[in-house]
Nanobody, 125 residues
Framework: QVHLVESGGGSVQAGGSLRLSCEAS????????MAWFRQVPGKEREGVAR????????VKDDDVKARFTISRDDEKNTVYLQMNNLKPDDSAMYYC??????????????????WGRGIQVTVSP
């Protein structure tokens, strides 16, 4: 059974940093693309960053690209999201997700078949 477990969230002040981790188990890790999403109550879940098996990365926009880095450690079956210079607008529940295959072309939810339970990130002014 596939499990995705996020960790590393918490509360920080604006300008601070957090590193989220998502450890996967129950399947052949090396075969899939992984992604991070976030959601604020009352809004749709949005893709933040994704990383394919071969290491190709895609991020949400230039603002995120300048501050966040997605990476993966295939020996540890873990994907990370390093978040620097955090802003209050980054406050959200963050989820990791597994794509259905080694490549992921969009942040559409239909491309992803397993999700973690989420972890809260709160950034105060």
């Amino acid at each position: 059974q596939v499990h995705l477990v996020e960790s590393g969230g918490g509360s920080v002040q604006a300008g601070g940093s957090l590193r989220l981790s998502c450890e996967a188990s129950g399947y052949f890790w090396d075969s899939t693309c992984m992604a991070w999403f976030r959601q604020v109550p009352g809004k749709e879940r949005e893709g933040v960053a994704r990383i394919e098996r071969a290491g190709r990365r895609t991020v949400k926009d230039d603002d995120v690209k300048a501050r966040f880095t997605i990476s993966r450690d295939d020996e540890k079956n873990t994907v990370y999201l390093q978040m620097n210079n955090l802003k209050p607008d980054d406050s959200a529940m963050y989820y990791c997700a597994r794509a259905k295959g080694p490549w992921c072309y969009t942040f559409a939810a239909a491309e992803y078949d397993y999700w973690g339970r989420g972890i809260q990130v709160t950034v105060s002014p």
